[in-house]
């Protein structure tokens, strides 16, 4: 046996292995995705080629490779670790959930200030008159095309549902912590549904966290978010874990017409991350923004791809992905933008802009377009440099180090990705953030811009 | 009385080429030197060999900044010694605010004089001085560093920068050029403001327009990397009237 089928085949023995317990108190729903989850992963395990432009580290077989536990017992964190996450960001003032390993937990705070219109509940336990439509974005939102998506739902034991009810806005953001808490290396499946109704709108933050920052963890994410009609969603996802915590990160999204949907993501730190992002609009006038930012050091790994599928006609897209990397970090954007013949009118750019602070730093940028409607105006760039000298100098000859004017350049290159963020506590988190984490402070959990684990009182 | 900056023989070139050749200058404090000399000559060069320019390489000789050997400082530090120069082209930093910009400047020098970082007030309220030295608008203060700046807004950011850093030794490189006359004798008056007995000022020009605002007691005629004629205020009189050619005839018939 070859040491890629290794890689995938002890995840479907282990399914075989623990049917039993897998069943154990499992509803319905989650039983037909893991059926449907174990078989594509027998045809994918035959099918698997890694493709040859890869980041070697971030190949599945690598990814998949460690011999990492999986808590199909679903034995629960310690109860005084969850229960010391608490948002201690007053202004930031979210709906807070934690996933402790790869278990949902919801906070106090949360089942006591659920707004009205707003669901917010395990896989384990979607009240029965949303149950069809969980399955449904189960089904539409499975990563079909990718092994990762197969051991996904062969693995899935949990997972999050969110519904925001027609015409229904929900002030409050909805934050998801994930945290990883085990003393021995573990794989988690985590699941986020979001299911936007129409004329809606909600805001989710999503933040990456690891306790156990020396030992290995694999972070297998998968997001599906639906965007009906006219509804309004933005996405925020920040990685700050540690570099034993690798991540494949699935965010998959449909939106209807007329609506809008922004998605950022910041990796601050993390070990070998690899993003993938896949966002279908076949709704007319829709608009979508998508935006990232990643400071990768020392030996991370930071890599996107971006698919963004064009089949509505008048719709707007914006994208722009910016990456600084120090010493021996990587770094790959891969952004596909396909326009249909139906697209007509598409407006669609991209940017990707990469600053190599290191001669041994690598970047791979390869932006693609595909046009098959002639009436659209599309655009893409991706350049890869390093911070200007002559900007250096002029700031050293005022007397600021060198260090910190890198420090300061690389800040104000991207700057315009942060200033982005239209929800404020956040975009002034992040600066904060991106500052602290630049000036070398260490990546840990009390720099994070949500400080959402900090000790404060329950209010 | 000491010495602010002493250079002496000082060569440098950059990719393989020689532009000074031998470079000798005495500045005392309280002192303005003009320096002229026709275009390429290396008048820009000689500021930024001073101010630490990596792109240029020091072939010899010496250069002092109160007795400090300035060629061994990172620009940083020579920055800290009380070095200023106003670029001949300054640079535009995009997403750095002025403010930010200012104040990792001041801090920095303050650090490194072992001080504590200035307040959020004081620093306030010392850019508002400062700003009032050479009237610099307060909607130019708050955007990013000469991003977007005219010619003359660039130049009057320079001596406001400078006015806020309080150098020992300034050289304005072509400090004039770009601004109106208005914005010259403001700019000028902003330059005089800044002077005292402790420092000095080396402007570099082409046009005696300045040396009638900035009134120099030495000026010194660069040319082919040498200063090759030096006297008083009424040598730039005589260059406005004659130009170049006498001086480079000499120099060039010397050398056959
Ligand atoms: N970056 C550079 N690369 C190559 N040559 C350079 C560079 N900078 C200056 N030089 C050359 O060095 C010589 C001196 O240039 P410098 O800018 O010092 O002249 P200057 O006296 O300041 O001229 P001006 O009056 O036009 O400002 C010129 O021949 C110029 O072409
Ligand atoms: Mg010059």
């Known amino acids: 046996m070859s040491r890629s089928d290794n890689a995938f085949n002890q995840y479907l023995d282990l399914v075989r292995d623990n049917a039993a317990v897998m069943a154990k108190g499992r509803p319905a729903l989650l039983e037909a995705v893991n059926k449907a989850g174990a078989s594509r992963l027998a045809e994918a395990i035959e099918a698997y080629k890694p493709a040859s432009d890869e980041i070697p580290e971030c190949r599945l077989d690598r990814l998949f490779a460690p011999d990492y536990g999986v808590n199909i017992a679903r034995v629960p964190m310690t109860a005084d670790v969850a229960a010391s996450f608490r948002c201690g960001v007053p202004q930031l003032n979210s709906l807070l959930a934690v996933v402790a390993n790869d278990i949902f937990r919801p906070t106090d705070v949360l089942m006591r200030n659920m707004p009205e219109g707003l669901t917010v509940c395990s896989l384990r336990q979607v009240p029965a008159e949303f149950e069809a439509d969980a399955a449904a974005l189960l089904a539409d939102g499975a990563d079909k095309n990718s092994i990762a998506g197969a051991i996904s739902d062969a693995l899935a034991h949990d997972g999050i549902y969110v519904r925001v009810a027609p015409r229904t806005e929900i002030e409050k953001a909805v934050q998801i912590v994930n945290i990883f808490n085990s003393p021995v290396p573990m794989l988690t499946p985590r699941r986020l549904l979001v299911h936007a109704c129409e004329g809606s709108k909600v805001k989710i933050l999503l933040c990456d966290h690891t306790q156990t920052p020396a030992v290995q963890h694999l972070n297998l994410q998968n997001v599906y978010i639906r965007v009906d009609a006219g509804a309004e969603v933005e996405f925020y996802d920040i990685e700050e874990s540690s570099a034993a915590t690798h991540r494949l990160f699935s965010f998959r999204a449909v939106q209807h017409s007329d609506s809008r949907l922004t998605v950022n993501t910041d990796f601050l730190s993390g070990g070998v991350t690899r993003n993938e992002f896949d966002i279908s609009v076949p709704g007319d006038g829709a608009y979508t923004s998508l935006s990232g930012l990643a400071i990768v050091s020392d030996e991370q790994i930071c890599s996107d791809s971006v698919v963004l599928r064009h089949l509505g006609s008048h719709c707007t897209s914006r994208q722009i992905f910016k990456n600084a990397l120090f010493d021996k970090g990587r770094g790959a954007f891969g952004g596909r933008i396909v326009v249909d013949e139906a697209a007509r009118f598409t407006d669609a750019a991209q940017t990707n802009r990469n600053i190599l602070e290191s001669p041994s730093a690598r970047m791979e940028a390869s932006p693609q377009l595909e046009i098959y409607c002639d009436e659209v105006k599309c655009s893409h760039g991706a350049t890869t440099g390093q911070l200007d000298e002559r900007a250096l100098f002029y700031m050293q000859a005022r007397g600021i180090p060198r260090d910190e004017a890198k420090r300061m350049l690389t800040q104000a290159f991207m700057v315009d990705v942060i200033d982005n963020i239209s929800f404020e506590v956040l975009r002034q988190r992040l600066h904060i953030l991106v500052e602290k984490r630049l000036s070398g402070a260490s990546a840990d959990c009390s720099t994070c811009a949500t400080a959402c684990h900090s000790q404060a009182p329950e209010e | ?256």
């Open chain 2, 1 to 256: 009385m000491e010495d602010l900056l002493k250079v002496e023989n000082l060569r440098a070139g950059i990719d393989g080429k020689e532009i000074l050749r031998g470079i000798n200058l005495t500045v005392r404090p309280g002192e303005v030197h003009a320096i002229m000399g026709p275009n390429g000559s290396g008048k820009s060069t000689l500021s930024g060999v001073l101010a630490g320019d990596p792109r240029f390489t020091v072939l010899g000789g010496s250069a002092t900044l109160a007795g400090v050997d300035l060629l061994g400082l990172s620009p940083e530090d020579r920055s800290h010694e009380g070095l200023f120069l106003s670029f001949q082209y300054p640079v535009e930093i995009p997403g750095v605010t002025m403010v930010n910009f200012m104040r990792a400047a001041i801090n920095a020098k303050r650090k490194y004089l072992g001080l504590e970082p200035m307040s959020a007030a004081d620093f306030l309220k010392t850019m508002r001085q400062k700003r009032a030295v050479v009237e610099l608008d307060n909607k130019l203060a708050s955007r990013s560093v000469n991003e977007g700046f005219s010619g003359g807004e660039k130049k009057r950011n320079e001596i406001f920068q400078m006015a806020m850093l309080e150098p020992r030794v300034a050289i304005l490189d072509e400090t004039d050029s770009g601004l109106d006359i208005d914005a010259l004798r403001i700019v000028a008056g902003g330059v005089n403001k800044l002077k005292t007995d402790q420092n000095a000022t080396i402007v570099i020009t082409h046009y005696q327009r300045l040396l009638d605002y900035i009134k120099p007691d030495f000026v010194h005629i660069l040319y082919k990397g040498r200063i090759v004629h030096t006297g008083g205020p009424e040598l730039a009189l005589e260059l406005e009237e004659k130009g170049y050619d006498w001086i480079k005839q000499e120099v060039d018939n010397e050398q056959i």
